[in-house]
């Protein structure tokens, strides 16, 4: 399984970027359950939000306050993370995570299996 996030870069406070993870490599027959972590200077890493593969429902971390939406594309493998009105508390590594298995998997991403290499988001205020 291979995850591969970009998408992120300078941008002011107030603005919007989206993130894009490819996930690929996922067994024939499994379910995952995909999402976004965050790690803040000094912090720990957090649950941003959380897609599921079975139907599509999603769950978000304590820090979204309706400004994160997460998407996938099944046809193109692909997770998105719309970020509106940023902060400089948003600035940090955003992670593409996954978890699969063989059967269907809902909810919050828990302990995920599988980290990217994350991309870095950075607002200025």
């Known amino acids: 399984v291979q995850l591969q996030a970009s998408g992120g870069g300078l941008v002011q406070s107030g603005g919007s970027l989206r993130l894009s993870c490819a996930a690929s490599g996922f067994p024939q027959n499994s379910y995952q359950r995909l999402g976004w972590y965050r790690q803040a200077p000094g912090r720990e890493r957090e649950e941003v939000a959380c897609?599921?593969?079975?139907?599509?429902?999603?769950t978000y971390g304590r820090s979204n306050q309706g400004r994160f939406t997460i998407s996938r594309d099944a046809a193109e493998n692909m997770i998105y993370l719309q970020v509106d009105n940023l902060r400089p508390e948003d600035t940090g590594v955003y992670y593409c995570?996954?978890?699969?298995?063989?059967?269907?998997?809902?909810?919050?991403?828990?302990?995920?299996?599988?980290y990217g290499q994350g991309t870095l988001v950075t607002v200025s205020s």
């Open positions: 897609i599921s593969s079975s139907d599509g429902s999603t």
């Open positions: 995570v996954a978890d699969w298995t063989y059967y269907e998997l809902k909810g919050p991403c828990v302990a995920p299996r599988l």
